[in-house]
């Protein structure tokens, strides 16, 4: 009988190749922060965060690196068109924008006095509120 060529790896859960592959990349910006672009074509555009893909890292922004769709038509009836709509970024090209001041900044998390966890301005210290 043949033996199993990977039964040493089989007890590695989460050393296996898929199990790298489904590791969440840690993003600053969720869902309906306003962010700006800071690198590639669309370089200076603000818009609002409309969904983030936390296993490739990328996010979603209103506004921001729009495509042009063909949509063939599916029925006899149906019209095809050529719709526009957003793609998304890499979460690294983004940089959070600072509620007080208006300008993108670095965040960190500071734990505040009753116990929560909140996202902090680098320059400034205040505390950037999460949309949900």
């Known amino acids: 009988m043949r033996d199993l060529k990977y039964r040493k790896t089989a ?7 898929h199990g790298i592959n489904s590791e969440r ?3 600053r910006v969720s869902k309906g922060d306003t962010v700006r ?3 590639g074509d669309d370089r200076g ?3 609002k965060v409309l969904r983030t893909f936390p296993k490739t890292g990328r996010v979603l922004v209103e506004g921001v690196n729009i495509v042009k769709k ?4 599916r029925t006899a009836d149906e019209q ?3 719709t526009e709509a957003p793609a998304a970024v890499h979460a690294s090209n983004l940089m959070l924008i600072d509620a007080k001041t208006g300008e993108p900044t ?3 998390a500071r734990i505040d006095t009753d116990g929560t966890k909140e ?5 400034t210290g205040e505390p950037i509120p999460r949309i949900r």
């Open 106 to 108: 670095r965040t960190k």
């Open 119 to 123: 996202r902090v301005g680098v320059r």
């Open 37 to 39: 672009v800071m690198r």
């Open 45 to 47: 555009k603000e818009g």
């Open 11 to 17: 007890g590695k859960r989460n050393r296996t190749r």
């Open 80 to 82: 095809s068109s050529i």
């Open 25 to 27: 990349v840690k993003m």
């Open 70 to 73: 063909h949509r063939k038509a």
